[in-house]
């Protein structure tokens, strides 16, 4: 069964920056469209940035200029490059994509989420 797995969290002081990278956990046909979402205490989860599976990138206003996503065909993996990180970025950040295995056709999947906290 395939999970998605987030890396790359931390804390880091603010105008810092982090990395972070979402993968599949087994070997997958392709990955296609694929966003980051991130959750602060007391707060719905929201939407952060996404590329299509063409490679079109989309940000929150919130995070354009500062973040970054990325494919990488050779890991298949797609990355967030958060620059200029804020303390209101602080959040556990999740990546959602979907994944067409060598036996199903796309699904939907959501990975467990990576703590990024930012000191002020």
């Known amino acids: 069964q395939v999970q998605l797995m987030e890396s790359g969290g931390g804390l880091v002081q603010a105008g810092g920056s982090l990395r972070l990278s979402c993968v599949a956990s087994?070997?997958?046909?392709?990955?296609?469209?694929t966003s980051w979402y991130r959750q602060a205490p007391g707060k719905e989860r929201e939407w952060v940035a996404g590329?299509?599976?063409?490679?079109?990138?989309t940000y929150a206003d919130s995070v354009k200029g500062r973040f970054t996503i990325s494919r990488d065909n050779v890991k298949n993996a797609v990355n967030l490059q958060m620059n200029s990180l804020r303390p209101e970025d602080t959040a556990v950040y999740y990546c959602n994509a979907d994944i067409r295995t060598f036996s199903s056709n796309y699904l939907n999947y959501w990975g467990r989420g990576t703590q990024v906290t930012v000191s002020s």
């Open positions: 590329v299509s599976s063409g490679g079109r990138t």
């Open positions: 087994i070997r997958v046909r392709s990955i296609g469209a």
